[in-house]
Nanobody, 119 residues
Framework: QVQLVESGGGLVQPGGSLRLSCAAS????????IGWFRQAPGKEREGVSC????????YYADSVKGRFTISRDNAKNTVYLQMSSLNPDDTAVYYC????????????WGQGTQVTVSS
């Protein structure tokens, strides 16, 4: 069964840190680009960060650049999003998604994990 499972969300104070994990099963992430997205209440889903499977090149939205770091461990079939200097604007449900680099229409999404930044 193909699955992406996010974990690591929770409640954190402003200025704090969290590490999100995106664990894949049923397929190997080494031929998938992996992205993190988030959706805050009343807002559209936005892309936060992604990492290539070809050369591990990365992309960050301007709003998280310098605070978030994406990484992948193909051996563990897992992608991480290290988030630091969190602020209330980072509050959202965070989703990971995988897209096959050879067949881009093959895409998988996780169910999301809630991140709440509040004092």
């Amino acid at each position: 069964q193909v699955q992406l499972v996010e974990s690591g969300g929770g409640l954190v104070q402003p200025g704090g840190s969290l590490r999100l994990s995106c664990a894949a099963s049923g397929f190997s992430i080494d031929i998938y680009a992996i992205g993190w997205f988030r959706q805050a209440p009343g807002k559209e889903r936005e892309g936060v960060s992604c990492i290539s499977s070809l050369d591990d090149s990365t992309y960050y939205a301007d709003s998280v650049k310098g605070r978030f770091t994406i990484s992948r461990d193909n051996a563990k079939n897992t992608v991480y999003l290290q988030m630091s200097s969190l602020n209330p604007d980072d509050t959202a449900v965070y989703y990971c998604a995988a897209r096959n680099i050879f067949f881009p229409k093959v895409q998988y999404w996780g169910q999301g994990t809630q991140v709440t930044v509040s004092s």
